[in-house]
């Protein structure tokens, strides 16, 4: 089981990033596929969340409206646009697998290596 995150960066304020997350090693359609970041000195956080097998989508409020989580069953791939981006969604993220599913990180079983987004002008 691989999850390959990609797409961090550095961006000014108010600008835009996607985040990529290519997983293999399991049945892409069956997983719940999360994620989460982890900023310095604070503790990691789920920002968002999509069910590959009915498409349902969770997002925190501190990026609802902003961030749209997506997901392409034939490239196995997820997805995660973040727009209007705030100094403080400077963070590590990552992307995560869970066959059960939910907001929290103890639901999720493999876990991405992580990519930066530093939000800076």
């Known amino acids: 089981v691989q999850l390959v995150e990609s797409g961090g960066g550095l961006v000014q304020p108010g600008g835009s990033l996607r985040l990529s997350c290519a997983v293999s090693g399991f049945t892409f359609a069956d997983y719940v596929i999360g994620w989460f970041r982890q900023a310095p000195g604070k503790e990691r956080e789920g920002v968002s969340v999509?069910?590959?097998?009915?498409?349902?989508?969770y997002y925190a409020d501190s990026v609802k409206g902003r961030f749209t989580i997506s997901s392409d069953n034939t490239k196995n791939t997820v997805y995660l646009q973040m727009n209007s981006l705030k100094p403080e969604d400077t963070a590590v993220y990552y992307c995560a697998a869970s066959v059960v599913g939910g907001n929290a990180e103890t639901d999720y079983n493999y876990w991405g290596q992580g990519t930066q987004v530093t939000v800076s002008s």
């Open positions: 999509i069910r590959n097998f009915d498409g349902d989508t």
